[in-house]
């Protein structure tokens, strides 16, 4: 299966300890997103990478959030000092867009997620 | 700013019944709209997709036509089998911010034999 994976699938962990997730995405996508969904709703856009470089990130995302990219392949996302209200399923999506101002539709393929429960 | 509202569920039909999940959207510029589909357990899968005004998007006999004047998306299947019980989201893309889709609720549909 070349899909987008996620590991863990499933991770608990107490208020206030650090966690990180992974996320691989098809071998030949350029962009990369992060995306967190509640329970009864849609995802939420967190941050984008095009390669290495993160472009944007949602004001969703707190300082105690960071991700990187950084070979332009795999990425993590770290959250630190997690809070009960992070508790939540992360999911990673990746796509091919040709060049970053190119207008052409972006079709983004999503991981299985990870889901986190912050006790 | 962008946004999509989709019907509320659960919508529950038996099987063979005709299915229409409502979407409406709001968007900057000119949207790509798309449906999503996910299954129990499972990532979201792109169920079918539309990039411009009229177009129809289609896949496993369900459909959508992009509908620019009421701004709407809706889904629709003609015989609903139970397989199809899922939760249903509809999306937009624009580039115009940095290619981030903005998703609807969602509505889950169980079928029923």
């Known amino acids: 299966d070349t899909g987008v994976s996620q590991n863990p699938r499933h991770k608990i962990t107490k208020r206030g300890q650090n966690v990180t997730f992974r996320c691989d995405p098809i071998?030949?996508?350029?962009?990369l997103y992060w995306y967190r969904q509640t329970l009864g709703q849609g995802p939420e856009f967190l941050t984008y990478?095009?390669?290495?470089?993160?472009?944007?990130k949602s004001r969703l995302l707190s300082d105690r959030f960071s991700a990187e990219r950084p070979k332009g392949s795999f990425s993590t996302l770290e959250i630190q000092r997690t809070e009960q209200g992070d508790s939540a399923m992360y999911l990673c999506?990746?796509?091919?867009?040709?060049?970053?101002?190119?207008?052409?539709?972006?079709?983004?393929?999503f991981g299985p997620g990870t889901r986190l429960t912050v006790l | 700013g962008n946004s999509v509202t989709q019907m509320e569920g659960p919508v529950t039909l038996s099987e063979e019944a005709f299915l229409t999940i409502n979407c409406t959207y709001t968007?900057?510029?000119?949207?790509?709209l798309f449906w999503y589909v996910q299954y129990p357990g499972e990532g979201l899968q792109l169920l079918l997709k539309?990039?411009?005004?009229?177009d129809k998007g289609s896949n496993k006999g369900f459909e959508a036509t992009y509908r620019k004047e009421t701004t709407s998306f809706h889904l629709e299947k003609g015989s609903v089998q139970v397989s199809d019980s899922a939760v249903y989201f509809c999306?937009?893309?624009?580039?115009?911010?940095?290619?981030?889709?903005?998703f609807g609720s969602g509505t889950k549909l169980n079928v029923k034999p």
């Open positions: 999506a990746s796509s091919y867009g040709p060049g970053q101002g190119d207008v052409r539709t972006d079709t983004q393929y």
């Open positions: 071998s030949e996508h350029n962009r």
């Open positions: 990478f095009q390669n290495e470089a993160q472009l944007e």
């Open positions: 968007a900057t510029g000119y949207p790509s």
């Open positions: 539309a990039t411009k005004a009229d």
């Open positions: 999306a937009l893309h624009t580039v115009y911010n940095f290619n981030k889709f903005y």
